[in-house]
């Protein structure tokens, strides 16, 4: 819940932002990511979108690490769309994030959000604009969009991912050879699967799931798909949650034996086997699980 801002007042949602991109970093083993009131080094979203050479090293940095990780050269599509999926999945945490646990939604500018190339690892500096609802302790503080009711937060959210997310698709579509449709639904994807991670890490799996889903409870454009959870039945009973990406994040192209638990190449049979335990196969898609 959110907490009154001993602060002053053109500080206040910066104050809270950092608080809770702190607390993310602290509870997400995967959220690779520090928190700075000033961003130095590495690369923004804005230079990737509009600089070919920056959005090359990129995508190279990402071919790297695969191949440090497991061993293999991906293609230059394939080291593309990992690269995507990392960033999207990051965003998709630092903006749904702060909404899952304290109903704000920051609006990150492509310049608040710096990568190094050379750890993949994220520096956030906290903005100065977020939306909340009327008993936000911030409402009415320089910078608070303040909203009425639940479904204009979400809304918000949708809208302010869409705006961050945009000039990187377009730049980096023809790299990953993908259209508008896989790389919105990866976007969708990941947001999703940002929610879905923390619900886990949180001990509150039930109430994330329902959260993502009234996010995204249908396509709503760009987005082209919902979250489209649903649930498989174990042989003692028990019922374990899943869903099928619309975006692909292209895993199997590294390890065609071990794609992710959400990819649609992988049979429902093969996910109880590895939500039961009976299969070492990974359960991620690389980085975060999903």
């Known amino acids: 819940m959110p907490v009154a801002l001993k602060t002053s007042p053109d500080e206040a949602v910066a104050h809270a932002l950092g608080g809770v991109y702190r607390r993310l970093a602290d509870v997400c083993e ?3 990511v520090r928190v700075a009131s000033t961003g130095r080094g590495g690369v923004t979203a804005a230079e990737l979108a509009s600089d070919r050479a920056t959005l090359d090293a990129f995508v190279e940095a990402e071919a790297a690490r695969v191949h440090d990780r497991y061993g293999v050269r991906p293609r230059p599509d394939v080291a593309a769309s990992r690269a995507l ?3 999207a999945w990051t965003v998709g945490m630092l903006m749904g994030g702060p909404w899952y646990l304290e109903r704000r939604v920051p609006r990150i500018h492509p310049e608040d959000l710096r990568l190094d190339l050379a750890s993949g690892t994220y520096t956030i500096t906290p903005g100065t604009e977020l939306a909340c609802l009327a008993d936000d302790p911030v409402a009415g503080r320089p910078g ?3 909203l009425p009711q639940e479904s204009e937060l979400r809304a918000q959210l949708r809208m302010s991912l869409a705006e961050h997310m945009r000039p990187l698709l377009a730049a980096i579509g023809p790299v990953a050879r993908r ?3 896989a790389l919105w639904g990866m976007v969708s994807d990941d947001l999703v699967s940002a929610l879905w991670y923390l619900g886990r890490t949180l001990g509150q ?3 994330a799931i329902r959260a993502a889903t009234e996010v995204l409870p249908v396509a709503v454009p760009p987005y082209p798909s919902g979250a489209d959870f649903r649930h498989l039945v174990g042989a003692d009973g ?3 949650p899943t869903r099928t990406r619309t975006g692909c994040c292209m895993f199997y192209a590294i390890r065609p034996a071990e794609a992710c638990s959400t990819c649609p190449r ?3 049979a093969e996910r109880l086997r590895r939500l039961e335990g009976q299969s070492p196969a990974v359960l991620s898609e690389g980085r975060p699980p999903a």
């Open 30 to 32: 995967a959220l690779d």
């Open 85 to 87: 999926h990392d960033y």
């Open 144 to 146: 608070a969009l303040t």
């Open 179 to 181: 259209r508008s449709r």
């Open 205 to 207: 799996e039930g109430a």
């Open 238 to 240: 028990r019922r374990h």
């Open 266 to 268: 992988t049979c429902d």
